[in-house]
């Protein structure tokens, strides 16, 4: 199965910029702009405290909310933290899970990771599960050894009948927001090898129906070459998401793989 039989997804990761009000005409601009269009699957990744004033501009639109972080428990004594239900309440639909600045600043584990996968297939949300290396650990040859890691660790319990709901984000660490970008082929590379590891965790027919996002800076002047590889099913997008006309660029780039 090529990525033609997958449809494309762009999902922006905010990450901890825009206040509400921001946030809420950023999702403006954005529906006015790709809105109208089915051929790829958009999401929004706002901030907890932009979730809902986002949620009230993309409803109804073909934009859907995705948050960046959950908890694994439903309720209780964690402070700071947001649950499943909470999100779903908003109208998520996605939740991004284990990205690497969640990995390297709050110490999330493959374990934690996995524990959040499972809770949120079960609240019928979206996980975008991300994996990747560093580069001392790329430089070191250790790529495919990372990436099976954390991939394993992070889908234990996963089984084919979630494959439709299941995002996987290969973001090579060293790529995120330095200005060095993989070549497409490198990227090819890491999303061919998770699509070989979904094979023999899922089966293959499960693992075909799995999109694979690439998260190491896609933007618009990269995005063609990166979403023409047959393993290359979108992007997680930080910067670029940032604008609505960058971040439009991206989903056109996509709906011309659509056509």
Same mark, same amino acid.
Request: charged content about 20%; some cysteine.
């Given at each position: ?73 439903? =309720? ?40 959040? !996968? ?30 099976? !890691? ?32 993989? !070549? ?64 439009? =660029? ?10």
């Amino acid at each position: 199965m090529s990525n033609s039989a997958r449809k494309y997804l762009i999902a922006g990761n905010w990450k901890m910029n825009l206040n509400s009000a921001e946030g809420a005409e950023l999702a403006k601009d954005v529906v006015s702009i790709v809105g109208p269009q089915t051929d790829v699957s958009v999401c929004v990744c706002p901030t907890f405290t932009t979730l809902e004033a986002v949620s009230q501009v993309v409803n109804d639109s073909n934009v859907s909310l995705g948050a960046q972080n959950m908890h694994f428990e439903s =309720a209780g004594a964690y402070t700071g933290e947001i649950s499943a239900e909470m999100l779903r309440h908003l109208f998520c639909k996605f939740v991004i899970l284990g990205h690497s600045e969640r990995r390297e600043y709050f110490g999330e584990s493959d374990a934690i990771v996995n524990k959040k !996968t499972l809770v949120a297939l079960a609240a019928n949300l979206k996980p975008i599960v991300c994996i990747g290396e560093t580069l001392d650990e790329r430089e070191a040859g250790k790529v495919n050894e990372v990436i099976k !890691t954390q991939l394993e660790g992070a889908l234990v319990g996963v089984t084919a009948a979630d494959a439709d709901a299941l995002v996987v984000a290969y973001e090579p660490v060293w790529a995120i927001g330095t200005g060095k970008t993989a !070549t497409p082929e490198m990227a090819e590379e890491g999303h061919a090898e998770i699509r070989s590891l979904l094979a023999s965790l899922l089966g293959a027919e499960a693992a075909n129906k799995v999109r694979i996002l690439y998260g190491g800076s896609m933007k618009p002047e990269n995005a063609d070459d990166l979403l023409a590889q047959p393993n290359i099913d979108g992007g997680l997008i930080g910067g670029a998401a940032l604008k609505a006309t960058s971040f439009a =660029a991206l989903v056109q780039s996509a709906q011309k793989r659509s056509e």
